[in-house]
């Protein structure tokens, strides 16, 4: 019987194609729909928004980190989608006792296609994954060139030269939470996204999304903010408080999606992002 791996090492078997899949993660419930596979998917997260209409003909299942048992057993599961970063571990591991759990691991843009053409194995989708995941690293190759990869644990350095004919990458930080203040740091998806929007995060050096003294920013370097629609809802006012302490700095409200969902809505990402690279904020 086929056999799968997941990026944490752990196998599972199926001996055939799921016919009753649940996701927990948002943006590949997202991608099972455009993989076609709306007569598989039985159970979601009261976070998958992505198609809006699931959430009125698929089983709410509780949310990413609080998922609820006794709606999972009834619906029989032959595969559970989940992710390492968005959904408790221990639950994960107490639902892999019962069924087949594929976790995924993403760093980058390219574990997100790895984990799309996955997925795609997994599901008896291999072609039409492929067809999406090749689409999506044609629209990203069409962005301009990436910073160069800084190795986690260290901080970019504004001074740094850049390459001959363009301009230095803006010193910038993407918030995600207020109260506290927290930021996307250098071992994250967002890290990667920001470093293909041409944009140096001055939190590189940090793991995870850790929180900040905002009072620390007002002596920075920072040139550039960007304040996430998801999961916090950034607002306009928001701005004000930012700018309250980097006046000088180019500060917008983003897609937080297009910076953080890693399935079929990149496809859509790299359009936004040459959009942000344009205009670069007020």
Excluded at 110 to 134: H, P, S, W
Excluded at 152 to 163: F, K, L, V, W
Excluded at 214 to 227: D, E, K
């Amino acid at each position: 019987m086929p056999t799968f791996t997941d990026p944490l090492g752990k196998t599972i078997v199926l001996s055939q194609p799921p016919r009753r899949i649940i996701s927990l993660v948002p943006s590949q419930t997202e991608l099972l729909f455009t993989l076609g596979l709306e007569q598989q998917v039985a159970g979601i997260t009261k976070f998958c928004v992505r198609p809006s209409s699931w959430s009125h003909t698929k089983t709410r299942i509780g949310g990413t980190k609080d998922v609820h048992p006794e709606r999972i057993h009834p619906l029989r599961p032959d595969l559970i989608l989940a992710n390492k970063e968005e959904n408790d571990r221990a639950q994960v591991e107490e639902l892999a006792r019962h069924y087949p759990v594929w976790v995924s691991e993403i760093k980058d843009l390219e574990d997100a296609l790895g984990m799309i053409r996955f997925v795609g194995n997994l599901t008896a989708r291999k072609e039409q994954a492929e067809t999406l995941a090749t689409e999506i690293a044609h629209r990203f190759s069409e962005l301009e060139r990436p910073l160069p990869a800084v190795p986690i644990g260290t901080s970019p350095s504004p001074d740094a030269p850049a390459p001959v004919g363009t301009p230095p990458a803006p010193l910038t930080a993407y918030f995600i939470w207020r109260n506290p203040w927290m930021v996307a740091g250098g071992d994250t998806f967002i890290n990667d996204m920001l470093r293909r929007c041409g944009l140096a995060n001055a939190f590189q050096h940090l793991d995870r999304y850790p929180s900040i003294d905002t009072a620390s920013l007002a002596g920075s370097n920072i040139q550039c903010v960007l304040l996430s629609s998801e999961p916090y809802p950034f607002r306009e006012k928001h701005i004000r408080e930012i700018r309250s302490l980097l006046p000088d700095a180019a500060i917008r409200l983003v897609d937080g999606e297009l910076f953080s969902w890693y399935g079929s809505r990149l496809l859509e990402a790299p359009a936004y992002f040459r959009q942000l690279i344009d205009n670069p904020g007020s």
